[in-house]
């Protein structure tokens, strides 16, 4: 089984090999699945190759809202990115910590500031971060999360549904292959770490990227779920139909916009839009 633990290496060899062993051991996985939606199947590719028309979108967020947070899949993450900031940059613990909260609390994502100030390769940072967790380690096939995407999209209620995440394409293809739902999606916008200039959310024009690849005109014909009060602020600023956020933690309550609909589960979803279940 894929070694989780990224910390406490004496030496940049031991480092590397962990993250070869890991990308190794998760590829080989991904192979390995045979159930339904473990592939990924995305017919309108990530480009904007339908015409722009006043469709009704139904936009998902991925990471802690298409699985939960408690399988904390996030902390493993800040492992991993905590582990990066310490050996690229040179850093103690301490100042690690610091700084990757000040770029993640700034910027919406820790990497914008490694790519910002410190010119750091975005690929090559992936390749150690999201590419290397173990995520089979935690997350496995979803039946009833499938039942539920199937319901919204055989009710002919929504024209398009379309994956909306800050992370890179590797990082949600993975994730959706593993829950079983690689195949329920019309698309998937991420955050493209190849680019110099990253956009991600909650910037506004995120939103309008994503809104134009997935061929929308008018956010307020869309429907978004997203486990961040940041996200889903500017969802409701925009003017999108529906904005929902998903709040799993009891600490976390309080903290949903005004104007937002609220939900503890993904499964909640046809409790607070019952229209476009029928």
């Known amino acids: 089984m894929t070694c989780t633990k990224i910390s406490g290496y004496s030496s940049s060899q031991e480092y590397n090999k962990h993250i070869d062993d890991n990308l190794r051991e998760n590829e080989e996985h991904l192979k390995s699945l045979d159930y339904p939606g473990c592939k990924v199947v995305l017919p309108l590719g990530y480009g904007p190759v339908v015409p722009r028309e006043n469709k009704k979108i139904f936009f998902f967020d991925i990471d802690n809202c298409l699985y939960k947070r408690s399988l904390a899949i996030h902390d493993m993450m800040q492992e991993y990115i905590h582990e990066y900031f310490k050996r690229t940059l040179d850093l103690n613990d301490e100042d690690a910590h610091v700084l990757m909260f000040k770029y993640y609390k700034e910027y919406g994502l820790a990497i914008q500031g490694l790519v910002k100030f410190h010119k750091i390769d975005a690929l090559e940072y992936n ?103 940041d996200n889903i602020r500017t969802a409701v600023g925009l003017g999108f139909k529906k904005a929902i956020h998903f709040v799993e933690r009891d600490e976390d309550l309080g903290k949903t916009p005004e104007g937002a609909l609220l939900i503890r589960d993904i499964l909640d979803l046809p409790e607070v839009v019952p229209e476009l279940f029928q």
């Not at 008018?218 to 779920?225: A, E, G, H, I, L």
């Open 127 to 229: 390749r150690k971060v999201d590419d290397a967790l173990p995520l089979q380690n935690v997350l496995s096939q979803d039946l009833k999360l499938r039942s539920m995407l199937e319901s919204l999209r055989s009710s002919g209620s929504i024209d398009r549904m379309w994956l909306f995440t800050n992370a890179y394409k590797n990082h949600g293809e993975r994730v959706i292959s593993l829950l079983g739902i690689g195949d329920m999606f019309d698309g998937l916008w991420y955050c493209d770490y190849a680019q110099d200039d990253l956009i991600c959310k909650p910037n506004a024009n995120a939103f309008h990227s994503a809104l134009e690849l997935a061929g929308g005109t008018d956010f307020s014909n869309c429907y978004f779920v997203d486990d961040s009060a």
